[in-house]
């Protein structure tokens, strides 16, 4: 089945610096990608859509310019936290749904929990 | 996107049945159902989906009635290992719009 690669799967960092989140579709090509954050005990919450070759798409309440979102190339889509402090720490996941075949199905990387100090 | 209901949680003993169901009142007639599984630390993984009726895979059923207002996902003789967070999701086919996740039912297989 389709893979979707998500690197890297842990993260500490601290205060003030910045993290970047790949998210690879190792078999598939994908113009869209979606990004997910997730805290403890709790759903996915949909912060962006990542859009190749164009910006993203943010949702509501989720700031675009803490989380930069690059997607280059239809198998590579990039999240940058910038700026990270300890209430931006949280499980982030991202999914993509192929152009072709199998398109009714997202498929979600293993996700990066990412811990700010 | 159409708004899912789902049981918060869900106990069940090894071996039995267990069969989740979710409401979805306003789905649109260009929704699937799709239902994905999901362990802690770790992206969801799909399940199963379907658009109605009954759809069967190698780990699960997928009961859709008519009015496509409701489904219910069929685990058979679960194990200790699907203890986990099942979401179901309504969304259109394909195309770029994302699922959004409801609140999900927390599965607990007891020995």
């Known amino acids: 089945g389709a893979v979707v690669s998500q690197h890297p799967s842990r993260v500490i960092c601290k205060s003030g610096t910045s993290v970047k989140i790949e998210c690879r579709s190792l078999?598939?090509?994908?113009?869209?990608m979606f990004w997910y954050r997730q805290f403890p005990k709790q759903s996915l919450m949909l912060m962006a859509t990542s859009n190749e070759g164009s910006k993203a798409t943010y949702e509501q309440g989720v700031e675009k310019d803490k989380f930069l979102i690059n997607h280059a190339s239809l198998t590579l889509s990039t999240l940058t936290v910038t700026s990270a402090h300890p209430e931006d720490s949280s499980f982030y996941i991202c999914?993509?749904?192929?152009?072709?075949?199998?398109?009714?199905?997202?498929?979600f990387g293993s996700g990066t929990q990412l811990s700010v100090l | 996107l159409a708004k899912t209901t789902q049981p918060i949680s869900m106990d069940s003993y090894e071996g039995q049945e267990v069969n989740i169901t979710c409401s979805h009142n306003?789905?649109?007639?260009?929704?699937?159902i799709t239902w994905y599984q999901q362990f802690p630390s770790q992206g969801p993984r799909f399940i199963i989906q379907g658009y109605k009726t009954k759809v069967t895979n190698e780990v699960a059923s997928l009961f859709i009635p008519a009015d496509r207002k409701s489904s219910t996902l069929s685990l058979p003789r679960v194990s200790l290992s699907d203890t986990a967070v099942y979401y179901c999701?309504?969304?259109?086919?394909?195309?770029?719009?994302?699922?959004?996740f409801g609140k999900g039912t927390r599965l607990s297989v007891i020995a």
């Open positions: 999701l309504v969304g259109p086919y394909s195309g770029n719009t994302p699922l959004v």
């Open positions: 306003n789905i649109a007639t260009n929704d699937y």
């Open positions: 999914s993509a749904r192929p152009l072709t075949g199998g398109g009714e199905k997202l498929f």
């Open positions: 078999d598939f090509q994908a113009t869209t």
